[in-house]
Every structure is written in C-alpha cells, then in structure tokens.
C-alpha cells in the first residue's frame, strides 16, 4: 500500500510560489516526512524534512498539518530550473529497514511555466 | 564540493560479462546504498552498509554483490550481467541511517546489457 499520495501532475507560472501537496494519512507518530526531487537524468536531490513542525531551508519551506496526516511542501518563488518531479517521502526515524530504504511513489511532476 | 560521485556514467555491456560500478563519498558518512531506477517501477534498494565492513540485503539484491572495505567507498559488482540488470543505478549516502539524516544521491550509473 502507497503510504503517500501525491498529484500526478501540477503547473506553476515562473516567479509564483509553487505549493505542492502530499497525503499521508497512515503516519506514524516516529516517521519524518521527506521531500526529494528528480530533475530529469539525474539523481534524486534533497528538499526538506520535517517531524511535527514547519521547516524552512534554503531551497523551500514544509508546512505540515497539525495531525501530521498532510504535509504542503513550498517553493517560494519557482524558476524554470525547479521543472522536475517531486517525491513526497514518509520514513521511520530509528535506524532499520524503515528508516534504511527510500520508497519513492510516482510523485508530482511539476511543470514551470514562462 | 564533491559529495557522492559514481563511475562510469555510462557502460554497455554483454549477457555474462562482469562489471564493478564505483560509487565514493568525501562527507565521511558511514551509511551508504544503492539503488536501481526502473521506468514505472521507482527506486529499489539493491544492497546498504550502515559502516565499514558491515553490509546487508535490500529489497532487489540477486545478481549483485557488494563490499565496504573504507569508508569513503561502497563498489556493487555485477558477476554475470543479464538483460533485467539494465537501469539507472543510484548510490546515496548519509551520515547514519537514522531517519533524521539525509541520505544524498549521486548523479547514476546508466547500464545497458545487451
């Protein structure tokens, strides 16, 4: 069973926030959320994670609802070289093969456009 | 800045032949993976090493063996090289394996067995 849902496909115009969605209703209390990205042939890159709390980086902010049962990953001003799919990720955080192996669903294709 | 780097990007092989795709990491993580990319299947992990000299079976191992002699590498060596092998390889690593650490990716090994 897929432990995250994510919409198959999304457009942002170039210079707008892009505001990606992801469901994990079945989350554990010990699970982090991840969010990863493929840009095309190459490997997959590191966004963000998060537990409980909103977290911001560098590259995008994560914004999770208070049951922990959807998360929203932020990209505050998209550019064209944001145009990749995007992995929403849920994984254990003790260390073992819940926390060892990635599973990557379909994920978001995001699509900016100019 | 090197972060995980893979060789060969590239490598055409024969039905049988024998090959080692090298992954190293400069960031001194101890967890290391590899994965294989599939189209419509996703990332599978093959094989991971929590540290040096202790390995273990993933979700896809047959075909596929792998050591930890140092840190800094993790080599998968393919002992007789079969069609279903074609893919894209990813090696990641982390800083541990716990859920809180990040694992990064390099940019993939593209195999093709003929």
């Known amino acids: 069973d897929a432990k995250t849902t994510q919409p198959t496909s999304m457009d942002c115009a170039e210079g707008r926030a892009a505001n990606l969605p992801c469901n994990h209703s079945?989350?554990?209390?010990?699970?982090?959320v991840y969010w990863y990205r493929q840009i095309h042939s190459q490997g997959p890159q590191y966004i963000i994670h998060?537990?409980?709390n909103n977290e911001t980086n560098e590259m995008a902010s994560l914004i999770i609802t208070e049951d922990r049962k959807s998360s929203t990953l932020i990209l505050p001003h998209a550019t064209l070289r944001d145009t990749a799919v995007y992995y929403c990720i849920v994984r254990a955080a003790y260390s073992g093969a819940g926390s060892y192996q990635l599973t990557f669903g379909k994920g978001t294709k995001l699509s900016v456009i100019p | 800045n090197a972060g995980v780097t893979q060789t060969p990007k590239f490598q055409v092989l024969k039905t049988g032949q024998s090959m080692t795709l090298q992954c190293a990491q400069d960031m001194n993580h101890e967890y290391m993976s590899w994965y294989r990319q599939d189209p419509g299947m996703g990332l599978r992990l093959i094989h991971y090493?929590?540290?040096?000299?202790?390995?273990d079976q993933g979700e896809v191992p047959n075909g596929y063996n792998v050591s930890r002699s140092t840190t800094e590498d993790f080599p998968l060596r393919l002992l007789s090289a079969a069609p279903s092998q074609t893919s894209v390889y990813f090696c990641a690593s982390s800083l541990t394996g716990q859920g809180n650490q990040p694992q990064h990716f390099g940019d993939g090994t593209r195999l093709s067995i003929l």
């Open positions: 090493s929590v540290g040096a000299g202790i390995t």
């Open positions: 079945t989350i554990s209390g010990n699970e982090y």
């Open positions: 998060g537990l409980k």
